[in-house]
């Protein structure tokens, strides 16, 4: 609730713990429970797989919104929020995704 009133989105859980939980209970499950069981799985691995998706312009532009940084005044500042929401992105991916952002706003 906090973050809603602040106008900034929840932190993703980490659903690692999750998926183990569930693949234990599917190892300790009996015949009956196990196609519920790996349904449960594959959600959980479709969720996982899309938060590890590559980042896109309107992923960026949501981030720093988020974050309340102006990609126009604070290119560092926005490129450091894109890499802290995403590990995994190169300086110079988010570096890209800042200047697509601004093109876009921009309408260039």
Known sequence: MYYLK??????KPDLGP????VQQALNDASEVER??????????DTLIRADQGPATVEWARTTLAVAGIDPF?????AIQALR???PGIK?????ILVRE????VDGR
């Open 35 to 44: 196609p519920g069981l790996n349904k449960a799985l594959e959600v959980i």
């Open 73 to 77: 005044g604070k290119e560092t500042k």
């Open 84 to 86: 802290a929401a995403r």
């Open 91 to 95: 300086i110079r991916e988010a570096g």
């Open 6 to 11: 602040m106008g900034r989105s929840a932190p």
């Open 101 to 104: 952002v601004r093109e876009s």
């Open 18 to 21: 999750v998926k183990s939980a």
